[in-house]
Nanobody, 124 residues
Framework: QVQLVESGGGSVQAGGSLRLSCAASGRTFRRNAMGWFRQAPGKEREFVATINWSGGSTSYADSVKGRFTISRDNAKKTVYLQMNSLKSEDTAVYYC?????????????????WGQGTQVTVSS
């Protein structure tokens, strides 16, 4: 079992930055790929970024590539999402997720555990 708690959301003006954190509990954290997804009102939950168990491999949605950076600290059981050059279209609830045994980890179905989400609002 893995429990996930996100923090760091808030309101920011376009062009600003935020750093989201996801604190995990559970003995298997080091074995899990971790991901960030987001969901805007009336839209499907969409992939943002993923990082493998060691932190040596990352992948991003095209819409955030070059602006967002995912990282993890296995000693602290925490995964981060640094978001720079934020745009109004980044406004959404951001979810942290943990998965094991998947392939590309860019779909909702590949994740087994989810956090409760944190709101990010970007005003233009």
């Amino acid at each position: 079992q893995v429990q996930l708690v996100e923090s760091g959301g808030g309101s920011v003006q376009a062009g600003g930055s935020l750093r989201l954190s996801c604190a995990a509990s559970g003995r298997t954290f080091r074995r899990n790929a971790m991901g960030w997804f987001r969901q805007a009102p009336g839209k499907e939950r969409e992939f943002v970024a993923t990082i493998n168990w060691s932190g040596g491999s990352t992948s991003y949605a095209d819409s955030v590539k070059g602006r967002f950076t995912i990282s993890r600290d296995n000693a602290k059981k925490t995964v981060y999402l640094q978001m720079n050059s934020l745009k109004s279209e980044d406004t959404a609830v951001y979810y942290c997720a943990a998965g094991y045994g998947g392939t590309n980890y860019n779909t909702v179905e590949e994740y087994d555990y989810w956090g409760q989400g944190t709101q990010v609002t970007v005003s233009s």
